[in-house]
Protein backbone atom coordinates (compact mmCIF):
# COMPACT_ATOMS: atom_id res chain seq x y z
CA UNK A 1 0.00 0.00 0.00
CA UNK A 2 2.63 2.23 0.83
CA UNK A 3 4.55 1.33 -2.39
CA UNK A 4 1.74 1.98 -4.55
CA UNK A 5 1.33 5.57 -2.72
CA UNK A 6 4.66 6.01 -3.66
CA UNK A 7 4.47 5.02 -7.21
CA UNK A 8 1.63 7.38 -7.47
CA UNK A 9 3.36 10.57 -6.25
CA UNK A 10 6.72 9.87 -8.78
CA UNK A 11 4.53 9.22 -11.36
CA UNK A 12 2.58 12.90 -10.22
CA UNK A 13 5.71 14.43 -10.25
CA UNK A 14 6.85 13.20 -13.77
CA UNK A 15 4.03 14.19 -15.45
CA UNK A 16 4.71 17.89 -13.56
CA UNK A 17 8.23 18.42 -15.19
CA UNK A 18 6.99 17.13 -18.00
CA UNK A 19 4.14 19.44 -18.41
CA UNK A 20 6.61 22.39 -16.73
CA UNK A 21 9.27 22.09 -19.49
CA UNK A 22 6.78 22.10 -22.30
CA UNK A 23 5.17 25.45 -21.09
CA UNK A 24 6.75 28.25 -22.52
CA UNK A 25 9.06 30.28 -20.35
CA UNK A 26 7.83 34.38 -19.75
CA UNK A 27 9.97 36.58 -21.03
CA UNK A 28 12.49 38.89 -18.92
CA UNK A 29 12.19 42.58 -18.99
CA UNK A 30 15.39 44.52 -19.97
CA UNK A 31 17.31 46.55 -17.67
CA UNK A 32 15.90 49.79 -19.89
CA UNK A 33 12.67 49.06 -19.51
CA UNK A 34 12.63 47.69 -15.58
CA UNK A 35 14.67 51.54 -15.19
CA UNK A 36 11.94 53.39 -17.24
CA UNK A 37 9.24 51.53 -14.85
CA UNK A 38 11.03 52.15 -12.13
CA UNK A 39 11.42 55.75 -12.82
CA UNK A 40 8.24 56.80 -14.32
CA UNK A 41 5.86 54.45 -11.85
CA UNK A 42 5.49 57.25 -9.04
CA UNK A 43 6.40 59.93 -11.01
CA UNK A 44 3.97 62.93 -10.99
CA UNK A 45 4.94 65.60 -14.13
CA UNK A 46 3.16 68.01 -12.84
CA UNK A 47 4.96 68.65 -9.47
CA UNK A 48 8.33 70.75 -9.40
CA UNK A 49 10.86 67.75 -9.02
CA UNK A 50 12.66 68.74 -5.89
CA UNK A 51 12.41 67.42 -2.84
CA UNK A 52 12.41 70.29 -0.40
CA UNK A 53 10.40 72.94 -1.93
CA UNK A 54 12.60 75.51 -0.73
CA UNK A 55 15.22 74.78 -3.09
CA UNK A 56 14.80 76.23 -6.48
CA UNK A 57 15.18 74.35 -9.75
CA UNK A 58 17.82 75.92 -11.94
CA UNK A 59 17.56 75.79 -15.19
CA UNK A 60 20.55 76.44 -17.62
CA UNK A 61 19.80 77.66 -20.94
CA UNK A 62 21.39 77.93 -24.19
CA UNK A 63 21.38 79.16 -27.68
CA UNK A 64 22.84 78.58 -31.05
CA UNK A 65 21.80 80.98 -34.00
CA UNK A 66 21.71 79.11 -37.36
CA UNK A 67 20.44 81.46 -40.00
CA UNK A 68 18.69 85.06 -40.46
CA UNK A 69 15.32 83.63 -42.79
CA UNK A 70 13.87 86.64 -43.10
CA UNK A 71 13.73 90.20 -41.78
CA UNK A 72 10.13 92.46 -42.37
CA UNK A 73 10.17 95.50 -41.90
CA UNK A 74 6.81 96.68 -42.31
CA UNK A 75 5.12 93.87 -39.83
CA UNK A 76 8.94 94.54 -37.54
CA UNK A 77 9.53 90.71 -37.67
CA UNK A 78 12.60 88.76 -37.61
CA UNK A 79 12.21 85.01 -38.48
CA UNK A 80 14.99 82.54 -37.02
CA UNK A 81 16.37 79.35 -37.31
CA UNK A 82 18.48 78.22 -33.63
CA UNK A 83 19.22 75.44 -31.65
CA UNK A 84 18.05 75.92 -28.25
CA UNK A 85 19.52 73.52 -25.15
CA UNK A 86 17.66 73.49 -21.38
CA UNK A 87 19.91 71.21 -18.46
CA UNK A 88 18.15 71.01 -15.18
CA UNK A 89 18.10 68.56 -12.65
CA UNK A 90 15.48 66.30 -11.65
CA UNK A 91 15.59 64.90 -7.81
CA UNK A 92 13.40 62.19 -8.66
CA UNK A 93 15.09 61.34 -11.57
CA UNK A 94 18.04 59.55 -10.16
CA UNK A 95 19.11 55.89 -10.11
CA UNK A 96 22.37 53.69 -9.61
CA UNK A 97 23.68 52.49 -12.92
CA UNK A 98 25.00 49.34 -11.64
CA UNK A 99 21.66 48.04 -10.31
CA UNK A 100 20.57 48.46 -14.26
CA UNK A 101 23.30 47.21 -15.82
CA UNK A 102 25.23 50.05 -15.93
CA UNK A 103 23.11 52.38 -17.38
CA UNK A 104 23.81 55.76 -16.94
CA UNK A 105 21.93 57.80 -19.51
CA UNK A 106 18.71 56.99 -21.53
CA UNK A 107 15.57 58.78 -23.15
CA UNK A 108 12.29 59.73 -21.93
CA UNK A 109 9.40 61.18 -23.11
CA UNK A 110 8.88 64.95 -22.45
CA UNK A 111 5.20 64.81 -21.90
CA UNK A 112 6.15 61.91 -19.06
CA UNK A 113 8.00 64.49 -16.89
CA UNK A 114 8.20 67.64 -15.42
CA UNK A 115 9.41 70.65 -18.11
CA UNK A 116 9.66 73.82 -17.35
CA UNK A 117 8.02 76.69 -18.27
CA UNK A 118 10.93 78.92 -20.13
CA UNK A 119 9.43 80.73 -23.28
CA UNK A 120 10.46 83.53 -25.30
CA UNK A 121 9.08 86.76 -24.13
CA UNK A 122 9.41 88.29 -28.07
CA UNK A 123 8.16 84.91 -29.67
CA UNK A 124 4.63 85.67 -32.19
CA UNK A 125 4.57 83.26 -34.57
CA UNK A 126 5.97 79.46 -34.24
CA UNK A 127 7.74 78.55 -37.45
CA UNK A 128 8.21 75.13 -39.20
CA UNK A 129 10.18 73.35 -36.38
CA UNK A 130 10.04 69.93 -36.41
CA UNK A 131 8.98 68.40 -33.05
CA UNK A 132 11.86 65.91 -30.62
CA UNK A 133 9.70 64.33 -28.51
CA UNK A 134 12.41 63.29 -26.08
CA UNK A 135 14.19 64.59 -23.34
CA UNK A 136 18.01 62.88 -21.97
CA UNK A 137 18.26 61.84 -18.40
CA UNK A 138 21.37 60.45 -16.99
CA UNK A 139 21.73 59.08 -12.96
CA UNK A 140 22.11 61.79 -11.38
CA UNK A 141 19.11 63.21 -12.60
CA UNK A 142 20.37 66.16 -15.13
CA UNK A 143 17.72 66.90 -17.86
CA UNK A 144 18.90 67.89 -21.47
CA UNK A 145 16.07 69.38 -23.78
CA UNK A 146 17.48 70.40 -27.06
CA UNK A 147 15.67 70.90 -29.49
CA UNK A 148 15.73 73.08 -32.97
CA UNK A 149 13.69 76.58 -33.17
CA UNK A 150 12.44 78.50 -35.92
CA UNK A 151 10.60 81.64 -34.24
CA UNK A 152 9.35 84.35 -35.44
CA UNK A 153 9.95 87.31 -32.91
CA UNK A 154 9.37 90.95 -32.79
CA UNK A 155 11.93 93.28 -33.50
CA UNK A 156 12.20 96.59 -33.47
CA UNK A 157 13.91 96.65 -36.79
CA UNK A 158 15.98 100.15 -37.66
CA UNK A 159 15.74 100.45 -42.16
CA UNK A 160 17.05 103.87 -42.29
CA UNK A 161 19.92 103.15 -43.18
CA UNK A 162 19.32 100.23 -45.37
CA UNK A 163 21.31 98.67 -47.28
CA UNK A 164 23.90 99.24 -44.85
CA UNK A 165 22.01 98.38 -42.05
CA UNK A 166 22.61 96.39 -38.60
CA UNK A 167 20.39 95.33 -36.70
CA UNK A 168 19.41 94.50 -33.18
CA UNK A 169 17.25 91.50 -32.67
CA UNK A 170 16.82 90.09 -28.58
CA UNK A 171 15.78 86.79 -27.35
CA UNK A 172 14.72 87.34 -24.24
CA UNK A 173 14.08 83.99 -21.78
CA UNK A 174 12.11 83.48 -18.87
CA UNK A 175 9.68 81.52 -17.05
CA UNK A 176 6.12 82.55 -17.48
CA UNK A 177 4.79 81.58 -13.96
CA UNK A 178 7.23 80.97 -11.49
CA UNK A 179 9.61 83.31 -9.60
CA UNK A 180 13.18 83.20 -8.88
CA UNK A 181 12.46 81.36 -5.54
CA UNK A 182 10.99 78.35 -7.91
CA UNK A 183 13.04 78.67 -11.27
CA UNK A 184 16.14 80.38 -11.14
CA UNK A 185 17.64 80.54 -14.91
CA UNK A 186 21.69 80.68 -15.89
CA UNK A 187 23.93 80.06 -18.77
CA UNK A 188 24.95 76.73 -20.13
CA UNK A 189 28.49 78.33 -21.21
CA UNK A 190 30.30 81.44 -20.59
CA UNK A 191 29.05 84.64 -22.56
CA UNK A 192 32.15 85.12 -24.47
CA UNK A 193 31.72 81.65 -25.86
CA UNK A 194 28.14 82.41 -26.42
CA UNK A 195 28.53 85.33 -28.14
CA UNK A 196 31.37 84.83 -30.35
CA UNK A 197 30.38 81.45 -31.55
CA UNK A 198 29.70 81.61 -35.47
CA UNK A 199 30.58 78.22 -36.47
CA UNK A 200 26.98 76.83 -36.99
CA UNK A 201 25.49 80.05 -38.66
CA UNK A 202 24.91 79.83 -42.42
CA UNK A 203 27.14 82.24 -43.14
CA UNK A 204 26.28 82.71 -46.78
CA UNK A 205 23.35 84.47 -46.62
CA UNK A 206 22.28 88.07 -46.74
CA UNK A 207 22.50 88.47 -43.47
CA UNK A 208 26.41 88.26 -41.43
CA UNK A 209 26.48 87.28 -37.99
CA UNK A 210 28.57 89.68 -35.92
CA UNK A 211 27.88 88.37 -32.25
CA UNK A 212 25.35 87.41 -29.72
CA UNK A 213 25.88 88.90 -26.05
CA UNK A 214 23.72 87.42 -23.25
CA UNK A 215 23.30 88.73 -19.83
CA UNK A 216 21.49 87.44 -16.57
CA UNK A 217 19.37 89.84 -15.12
CA UNK A 218 15.97 90.04 -12.60
CA UNK A 219 12.94 91.94 -13.06
CA UNK A 220 10.51 92.56 -9.91
CA UNK A 221 6.93 92.81 -10.65
CA UNK A 222 4.57 93.09 -7.89
CA UNK A 223 6.78 92.85 -5.56
CA UNK A 224 8.19 89.13 -6.97
CA UNK A 225 11.50 88.58 -8.76
CA UNK A 226 11.60 86.78 -11.98
CA UNK A 227 14.77 85.76 -13.47
CA UNK A 228 15.65 86.62 -17.06
CA UNK A 229 18.33 86.12 -19.71
CA UNK A 230 18.65 87.82 -22.50
CA UNK A 231 20.06 87.36 -25.77
CA UNK A 232 20.93 89.74 -28.20
CA UNK A 233 21.61 88.93 -31.94
CA UNK A 234 23.18 91.71 -33.67
CA UNK A 235 23.64 91.00 -37.79
CA UNK A 236 24.59 93.31 -40.60
CA UNK A 237 22.87 93.46 -43.99
CA UNK A 238 25.37 92.45 -46.70
CA UNK A 239 24.50 95.40 -49.20
CA UNK A 240 26.61 94.06 -52.46
CA UNK A 241 23.20 92.57 -53.80
CA UNK A 242 21.79 96.01 -53.70
CA UNK A 243 24.70 98.17 -54.45
CA UNK A 244 24.75 96.31 -57.96
CA UNK A 245 20.89 96.11 -58.22
CA UNK A 246 19.97 99.45 -57.11
CA UNK A 247 21.96 102.16 -56.80
CA UNK A 248 24.95 101.45 -59.68
CA UNK A 249 22.17 101.52 -62.17
CA UNK A 250 20.49 104.67 -61.14
CA UNK A 251 24.16 106.21 -60.93
CA UNK A 252 24.47 105.30 -64.24
CA UNK A 253 21.40 107.14 -65.40
CA UNK A 254 22.23 110.04 -63.78
CA UNK A 255 25.85 110.37 -65.35
CA UNK A 256 23.61 109.86 -68.79
CA UNK A 257 21.72 112.79 -67.76
CA UNK A 258 25.04 114.79 -67.48
CA UNK A 259 26.01 113.98 -70.63
CA UNK A 260 22.97 114.83 -72.29
CA UNK A 261 23.70 118.81 -71.10
CA UNK A 262 26.62 118.75 -73.88
CA UNK A 263 23.87 118.04 -76.84
CA UNK A 264 23.31 120.93 -78.51
CA UNK A 265 20.72 123.89 -77.47
CA UNK A 266 19.85 124.09 -81.21
CA UNK A 267 19.78 120.42 -82.02
CA UNK A 268 15.84 119.76 -80.92
CA UNK A 269 17.04 116.83 -79.41
CA UNK A 270 18.20 117.22 -75.74
CA UNK A 271 14.88 117.67 -74.49
CA UNK A 272 13.76 114.51 -75.93
CA UNK A 273 16.59 112.48 -74.50
CA UNK A 274 15.97 113.74 -70.99
CA UNK A 275 12.36 112.70 -71.30
CA UNK A 276 13.34 109.18 -72.05
CA UNK A 277 15.82 109.03 -69.42
CA UNK A 278 13.05 110.21 -66.57
CA UNK A 279 10.41 107.80 -68.42
CA UNK A 280 13.73 105.29 -68.20
CA UNK A 281 14.51 105.48 -64.33
CA UNK A 282 10.19 105.99 -63.37
CA UNK A 283 9.71 102.29 -65.08
CA UNK A 284 13.18 101.36 -63.23
CA UNK A 285 11.66 102.43 -59.86
CA UNK A 286 8.70 100.50 -60.45
CA UNK A 287 10.17 97.32 -61.12
CA UNK A 288 12.13 97.97 -58.20
CA UNK A 289 9.81 98.90 -55.91
CA UNK A 290 9.75 95.01 -54.61
CA UNK A 291 13.37 95.29 -53.30
CA UNK A 292 12.79 98.03 -51.45
CA UNK A 293 12.30 97.91 -47.50
CA UNK A 294 9.16 98.81 -46.65
CA UNK A 295 8.66 100.57 -43.08
CA UNK A 296 5.59 102.15 -41.34
CA UNK A 297 7.06 104.73 -39.71
CA UNK A 298 10.01 106.43 -41.72
CA UNK A 299 11.14 106.21 -45.00
CA UNK A 300 14.72 104.39 -45.87
CA UNK A 301 17.55 106.74 -47.21
CA UNK A 302 17.70 104.59 -50.04
CA UNK A 303 13.75 106.00 -50.61
CA UNK A 304 14.93 109.58 -50.15
CA UNK A 305 17.59 109.07 -52.62
CA UNK A 306 15.65 107.83 -55.54
CA UNK A 307 13.02 110.52 -54.95
CA UNK A 308 15.32 112.91 -55.19
CA UNK A 309 17.16 111.67 -58.35
CA UNK A 310 13.69 111.83 -59.62
CA UNK A 311 13.76 115.47 -58.63
CA UNK A 312 16.74 115.75 -60.17
CA UNK A 313 16.21 114.66 -63.52
CA UNK A 314 12.81 116.67 -63.52
CA UNK A 315 14.82 119.90 -62.81
CA UNK A 316 17.23 119.11 -65.45
CA UNK A 317 14.44 118.38 -67.87
CA UNK A 318 12.97 122.08 -66.64
CA UNK A 319 16.12 123.44 -66.96
CA UNK A 320 16.41 122.58 -70.70
CA UNK A 321 12.87 123.60 -71.36
CA UNK A 322 13.26 127.19 -69.88
CA UNK A 323 16.99 127.40 -71.86
CA UNK A 324 15.45 125.66 -75.34
CA UNK A 325 12.45 128.53 -74.68
CA UNK A 326 14.63 131.70 -74.60
CA UNK A 327 16.71 130.38 -77.63
CA UNK A 328 13.59 130.07 -79.70
CA UNK A 329 11.99 133.69 -79.28
CA UNK A 330 11.06 135.27 -82.44
CA UNK A 331 13.11 137.93 -84.12
CA UNK A 332 11.25 140.87 -82.58
CA UNK A 333 11.28 139.99 -79.12
CA UNK A 334 14.99 139.07 -79.59
CA UNK A 335 15.62 142.43 -80.50
CA UNK A 336 13.85 143.63 -77.76
CA UNK A 337 15.99 141.29 -75.33
CA UNK A 338 19.43 141.27 -76.64
CA UNK A 339 21.38 144.93 -75.89
CA UNK A 340 23.79 144.47 -78.40
CA UNK A 341 21.25 143.82 -81.37
CA UNK A 342 19.51 146.90 -80.20
CA UNK A 343 22.73 148.40 -80.37
CA UNK A 344 23.44 146.96 -84.01
CA UNK A 345 19.72 147.96 -84.94
CA UNK A 346 20.23 151.61 -84.00
CA UNK A 347 23.60 152.42 -84.99
CA UNK A 348 22.30 150.22 -88.73
CA UNK A 349 19.28 152.11 -89.19
CA UNK A 350 21.36 155.45 -89.60
CA UNK A 351 22.91 154.04 -93.07
CA UNK A 352 19.73 152.37 -93.59
CA UNK A 353 17.95 156.01 -93.77
CA UNK A 354 20.54 157.40 -95.36
CA UNK A 355 20.30 154.69 -98.29
CA UNK A 356 16.81 155.16 -98.46
CA UNK A 357 17.01 158.84 -98.61
CA UNK A 358 19.52 158.63 -101.70
CA UNK A 359 16.95 156.05 -103.43
CA UNK A 360 14.74 158.72 -103.03
CA UNK A 361 16.40 161.58 -104.01
CA UNK A 362 17.37 159.54 -107.49
CA UNK A 363 13.88 158.92 -107.92
CA UNK A 364 12.87 162.52 -107.40
CA UNK A 365 15.60 163.28 -109.73
CA UNK A 366 14.28 161.35 -112.19
CA UNK A 367 11.56 159.31 -112.96
CA UNK A 368 12.71 157.35 -115.74
CA UNK A 369 16.20 156.79 -114.69
CA UNK A 370 19.00 155.63 -117.08
CA UNK A 371 20.37 152.68 -116.85
CA UNK A 372 23.35 153.72 -114.88
CA UNK A 373 21.01 155.13 -112.61
CA UNK A 374 18.78 152.16 -112.60
CA UNK A 375 22.49 150.15 -111.90
CA UNK A 376 22.63 152.03 -109.09
CA UNK A 377 19.35 151.78 -107.58
CA UNK A 378 19.51 148.06 -107.50
CA UNK A 379 22.74 147.96 -106.23
CA UNK A 380 21.56 150.25 -102.79
CA UNK A 381 18.54 148.01 -102.67
CA UNK A 382 20.95 144.85 -102.25
CA UNK A 383 23.16 146.71 -99.96
CA UNK A 384 19.99 147.54 -97.51
CA UNK A 385 18.71 143.75 -98.05
CA UNK A 386 21.84 142.21 -97.06
CA UNK A 387 22.71 145.06 -93.97
CA UNK A 388 19.37 143.69 -93.02
CA UNK A 389 20.07 140.21 -92.74
CA UNK A 390 23.53 140.73 -91.26
CA UNK A 391 21.98 142.73 -88.28
CA UNK A 392 19.30 140.23 -87.59
CA UNK A 393 21.99 137.40 -88.13
CA UNK A 394 24.29 139.29 -85.54
CA UNK A 395 21.08 139.20 -83.27
CA UNK A 396 20.74 136.13 -83.25
CA UNK A 397 24.61 135.00 -82.91
CA UNK A 398 24.74 137.10 -79.91
CA UNK A 399 21.11 135.89 -78.67
CA UNK A 400 22.96 132.07 -79.11
CA UNK A 401 26.19 132.63 -77.51
CA UNK A 402 23.98 134.36 -74.17
CA UNK A 403 21.67 130.97 -73.84
CA UNK A 404 24.49 129.27 -74.26
CA UNK A 405 26.23 131.08 -71.27
CA UNK A 406 22.96 130.89 -69.07
CA UNK A 407 22.74 127.04 -70.30
CA UNK A 408 26.59 126.80 -68.61
CA UNK A 409 25.67 128.32 -65.81
CA UNK A 410 22.65 126.17 -65.11
CA UNK A 411 24.65 123.01 -65.27
CA UNK A 412 27.65 124.15 -63.22
CA UNK A 413 24.87 125.06 -60.36
CA UNK A 414 23.33 121.25 -61.05
CA UNK A 415 26.44 119.99 -61.14
CA UNK A 416 27.14 121.32 -57.58
CA UNK A 417 23.60 120.48 -56.00
CA UNK A 418 24.11 116.81 -57.41
CA UNK A 419 27.77 116.45 -56.03
CA UNK A 420 26.39 117.98 -52.69
CA UNK A 421 23.61 115.35 -52.60
CA UNK A 422 26.14 112.66 -53.61
CA UNK A 423 28.88 113.05 -50.85
CA UNK A 424 26.42 113.57 -48.71
CA UNK A 425 24.91 109.99 -49.28
CA UNK A 426 28.14 108.49 -49.42
CA UNK A 427 29.66 109.88 -46.37
CA UNK A 428 26.70 108.75 -44.23
CA UNK A 429 26.69 105.46 -45.91
CA UNK A 430 30.23 104.60 -45.21
CA UNK A 431 29.75 105.97 -41.99
CA UNK A 432 27.27 103.07 -41.28
CA UNK A 433 29.17 100.60 -43.18
CA UNK A 434 32.23 100.82 -40.93
CA UNK A 435 30.68 101.79 -37.88
Known sequence: MVFSLMSLIWLTLLISAHLAECVPEKPKRSALNQLTRTLLR???CGVRPVHNWTTPTTVYIDLTLRSVLDVDGKTQSITTSIWYRQVWTDEFLVWDPDEFEGIKEISLSSEAIWIPDVIISEFVDEGKSPPIPYVYVNSSGSVKNKRPIQAVLACTLEMYAFPFDKQNCSLTFRSLL???QEINL???RNENTTANDRKQFMNDGEWELLSIPSRYRLSQQNETEYAYIQFNVLIRRRPLLYVVGLLIPSIFLMLVDVMSFYLPLNSGTRITFKISILLGYTVFRVNMT???PVTAVRTSLIGVFFAVCMALLMLSLIKSILVVKLLHYSEKEVKEMSVSACLLDKYGSAGHVFTESDLLSLNEI???PTGLEWLLRELVS?????????????AQSE???LCSKLDCFLFRLYLLVLG???GTLLLLWVNWSFA
Open 42 to 44: NYD
Open 178 to 180: HSV
Open 186 to 188: ALL
Open 290 to 292: DEL
Open 366 to 368: QDT
Open 382 to 394: LRLAFSQEDSESS
Open 399 to 401: WLA
Open 420 to 422: LYA
